[in-house]
């Protein structure tokens, strides 16, 4: 009897284990990839030569006229060698991506868990070009084919959209998270030529802000790495011509801090004061720490010493003030800095909107992009200084 007792308890406790993880796979929206099958007539192929896709996932309801579409992030490829490995991953061709992709956080379609767009057409758009859907070119030394057609995936997607509805779109939201957040400032106002005059469209960058500051060797190791990726790519033809032929640099309009002075369209900045990937490719790549000082710092906040910290505080405030001209002169522009070490906050439903997610001044990321994206009041909302905000979902301890 006691032995029956405790295999039955034993039972109990593995059903207790693992119920809540199958409840969520059960509760999960899985959404099923649409490959663009027009884009060989526009050339508009993946590093691989494959096919671009997307994954829609229906409104309804009142929000059956509205979209929201989000670019997938996911890295860069500067050179052949990166690229030709690249090709050979989901990064670079579609015939490496799952079929079925999870729809969580902003792409949601659960009210209590995504209250202002759960019922509208939400979109993702899948990375495969490797320059955040702005290369237009090719590398072929007859043996190799690399197709870098970026700019050329954007405009078949959009093309395979328009007549599945959104042509008659009446609000429309372009978003993306990393590369893709980058993605969003640099074809956001391209967006708005393919929608009606009348419609309400705004853009959402997630992690996109990427600096352009020097690492802790005084090297500016991230504008070598962009000013590489445009000239492999064809990059430079696609960014926004007012910013290139304002800049001594034309090259430097890749960055956001100085693209966004010419978006004209409504833009919510969405961004950690201590981004994760730009602490660890931006401000110490592993080119500026041969000898490791920074190791320990890099994946325990706690083992920093002061002069590190002081150096984190540092590349907080260059990203305050990068932004600062948009912060006071923006009147149609929304912010959400957090002080949290971590990358991307939309897609996730922890950070984006739950019982404790991140907050600043109480108000959650979903909250704050919903205020601003409805105009219910104006949300240009910065966080105190690590270590303050201990509603924070670090990614590093």
């Known amino acids: 009897m006691k032995e029956a007792l405790m295999a039955l308890s034993s ?47 229906r409104g309804f309801g009142s929000g059956a006229r509205n979209w929201l579409l989000q670019f997938e992030g996911g890295g860069w490829c500067n050179d052949v060698d990166t690229c030709l490995e690249r090709a050979q991953t989901r990064r670079g061709s579609t015939r490496f991506m799952t079929r079925l992709e999870v729809f969580s956080g902003i792409l949601s379609n659960n009210a209590s868990l995504n209250p202002d ?72 106002d391209n967006f708005v030529r393919f929608l009606p005059v009348n419609a309400s469209v705004k853009c959402l960058s997630d992690a996109g802000f ?39 640099y034309p090259k430097q ?4 801090q100085y693209a966004l002075h010419y978006i004209r369209t409504p833009f919510f900045v969405l961004n950690t004061a201590y981004d994760v990937y730009q602490f660890h490719h931006i401000l110490v790549p592993p080119s500026a720490d041969i000898h490791g000082h920074w190791n ?46 971590a990358h991307c906050q939309s897609e996730s439903q922890d950070t984006w909107f739950a019982v404790d997610s991140p907050r600043i001044n109480n108000k959650t990321i979903a909250e704050a992009v919903g205020d601003w994206y409805f105009s219910r009041r104006l949300t240009k909302l910065i966080d105190c200084a690590y270590p303050c905000n201990s509603s924070c979902h670090n990614l590093i301890a």
Not at 253 to 256: G, H
């Open 11 to 57: 039972v109990l406790s593995l059903l207790l284990i693992f119920a809540p993880c199958r409840a969520y796979s059960e509760d999960r929206l899985l959404v099923n990839m649409t490959l663009v099958r027009n884009a060989r007539s526009l050339g508009a192929y993946c590093l691989d030569g494959s096919l671009p896709a997307y994954h829609l996932h």
């Open 117 to 188: 767009f759960y019922n509208w057409n939400r979109v993702k758009l899948r990375y495969c070009d490797g320059a955040s859907f702005a290369g237009d070119s090719e590398f072929y030394n007859r043996t190799s084919l690399l197709y870098f057609r970026g700019q050329r995936i954007w405009q078949a997607i959009m093309l395979d959209l328009l007549p599945k509805g959104l042509r008659q779109a009446k609000k429309a939201l372009l978003s993306g998270c990393s590369a893709g957040g980058l993605a969003a400032f640099l074809h956001c």
């Open 210 to 248: 990427f600096l352009d500051i020097a690492d802790i060797s005084l090297n500016h190791s991230m504008r070598s790495f962009f000013y590489e990726l445009i000239s492999l790519q064809g990059v430079e033809q696609n960014l926004d011509r007012t910013c290139t032929s304002s800049l001594i």
């Open 253 to 256: 309009c890749l960055f956001p």
């Open 296 to 341: 320990r710092c890099k994946f325990n906040t706690t083992a920093c010493n002061a002069s590190q910290i002081e150096v984190l505080q540092g590349f907080r405030l260059a990203m305050l003030g990068a932004l600062n001209f948009f912060y006071k002169g923006s009147r149609r522009g929304g912010l959400f800095i957090n002080s949290c070490f």
